[in-house]
T-cell receptor, first 114, second 113 residues
């Protein structure tokens, strides 16, 4: 199936730990993103990568470090996890054409920090 | 029924009625807008999009209206069905080809039998 897939779907961890979330897209898109959705359902962009190059870093703490080994993958590593990091994290991808951008989202990773 | 997408308001409509969800966007230079549907435990799912050179676009049971003068976007769902229950978000393209989307705050649509 063509899609944006991210793992794990659920992640429960203790404060201070380091964790990673993986994302892969097989849509042939050249841009990938990470978004954070808080408890009030508000969705906000964190990072954007185009052809493995960082384009946007929306004042995210440097404990968050995205890594793009190739343009089909964008992983999110989080150091020293804090309670406030608890949220749902969505990976997305896009590719600009003449008619649209083809934004496609993964199904999310629910991170709970205890 | 009608609602403005602030602080995740709830719009409750009778099954079979039409729903109207409203959204105000922020950037007058945005060239592209999307409506998303998010069901519980899932990611945002594309419903319909519209470019800034249009003021109306229709899909299957859905219509998006764009008023650039007042920076307002609306989603109309005809003959609302139980499967339409979800949170609906408007989103505007931030610019360029890799700048991503700015999302509105969402509206929770509830369908009453």
């Amino acid at each position: 199936d063509t899609a944006v897939s991210q793992t794990p779907k659920y992640l429960v961890t203790q404060m201070g730990n380091d964790k990673s979330i993986k994302c892969e897209q097989n849509l042939g898109h050249d841009t990938m993103y990470w978004y954070k959705q808080d408890s009030k359902k508000f969705l906000k962009i964190m990072f954007s990568y185009n052809n493995k190059e960082l384009i946007i870093n929306e004042t995210v703490p440097n404990r968050f470090s995205p890594k793009s080994p190739d343009k089909a993958h964008l992983n999110l590593h989080i150091n020293s996890l804090e309670l406030g990091d608890s949220a749902v994290y969505f990976c997305a991808s896009s590719h600009r054409t003449a008619s649209n951008y083809g934004y496609t989202f993964g199904s999310g990773t629910r991170l709970t920090v205890v | 029924g009608e609602s403005v997408g602030l602080h995740l308001p709830t719009l409750s409509v009778q099954e079979g009625d039409n729903s109207i969800i409203n959204c105000a966007y922020s950037n007058s230079a945005s060239d592209y807008f999307i409506w998303y549907k998010q069901e519980s435990g899932k990611g945002p799912q594309f419903i319909i999009d519209i470019r800034s050179n249009m003021d109306k676009r229709q899909g299957q049971r859905v219509t998006v209206l764009l008023n650039k003068t007042v920076k307002h976007l609306s989603l109309q769902i005809a003959a609302t069905q139980p499967g339409d229950s979800a949170v609906y978000f408007c989103a505007e393209n931030r610019g360029g080809g890799a700048d991503g989307l700015t999302f509105g705050k969402g509206t929770h649509l509830i369908i009453q039998p």
